[in-house]
């Protein structure tokens, strides 16, 4: 079936270094990847997005891979500050709805100690 | 643009009574999605409504329901409350779904307690 699963858990760094997290999707015909940030108290924010037509994506900070081959994509944020301390989730679109579902992974806690 | 909005942001009811969440999207945006979101299960697709029709299912029991209204406003509801449908219950918006539109975005969740 869908699955998304989602590594680590928990993420602890120290202010100034860079955090990856790494996300696995079981459908391989998925096409969409969105990441979220999650703060306490507030819903998602969409931090960055990939497609599956593009491996690499960057923002700023902020940066994603994607693997088909593998069905890995990761996050990967560098220079990380405090403010970047919350709640992380990976989401995958499953290709065969082709609707408004995604499937999301459980969620990375990353601390970013100042 | 103003964002999603979620009404009521908090509700506590009990157990057995039912309850109605409502959804404004994104001036212009015509597809919203409910979620549920606990620390077991974390966010699971509840369903998608467009153009006031609902499109995609998840596997949730036939006490949770929605609709969408013309302006594309959403609500949804849970009847015969649970102590485990406890949750905070999420919508997102996206726009009019031509390939790439996939992007959803989320409102602040409405935080339901079932006592």
């Known amino acids: 079936g869908e699955n998304v699963e989602q590594h680590p858990s928990t993420l602890s760094v120290q202010e100034g270094d860079s955090a990856v997290i790494k996300c696995t999707y079981s459908?391989?015909?998925?096409?969409?990847f969105p990441w979220y940030k999650q703060e306490l108290g507030k819903g998602p924010q969409l931090i960055i997005d990939?497609?599956?037509?593009?491996g690499e994506k960057k923002d700023q900070r902020i940066a994603v891979t994607l693997n088909k081959t593998a069905k890995h994509f990761s996050l990967h944020i560098t220079e990380t500050q405090p403010e970047d301390s919350a709640v992380y989730f990976c989401?995958?679109?499953?290709?065969?709805?082709?609707?408004?579902?995604?499937?999301f992974g459980q969620g990375t806690t990353l601390q970013v100690k100042p | 643009k103003a964002g999603v909005t979620q009404t009521p942001r908090y509700l506590i009811k009990t157990r057995g009574q039912q309850v109605t969440l409502s959804c404004s999207p994104i001036?212009?945006?015509?597809?919203v999605s409910w979620y549920q979101q606990t620390p077991g299960q974390g966010l699971q697709f509840l369903f998608e409504y467009f153009s006031e029709t609902q499109r995609n299912k998840g596997n949730f029991p036939g006490r949770f329901s929605g609709r969408q209204f013309s302006n594309s406003r959403s609500e949804m509801n849970v009847s015969t409350l649970e102590l485990g449908d406890s949750a905070l219950y999420l919508c997102a918006s996206s726009p009019y779904r031509v390939i790439g539109s996939e992007t959803q975005y989320f409102g602040p969740g409405t935080r339901l307690l079932v006592l």
């Open positions: 459908d391989s015909a998925s096409n969409y």
């Open positions: 990939i497609r599956s037509n593009v």
């Open positions: 989401a995958a679109t499953p290709f065969s709805s082709n609707t408004g579902k995604l499937i």
């Open positions: 001036s212009g945006h015509r597809s």
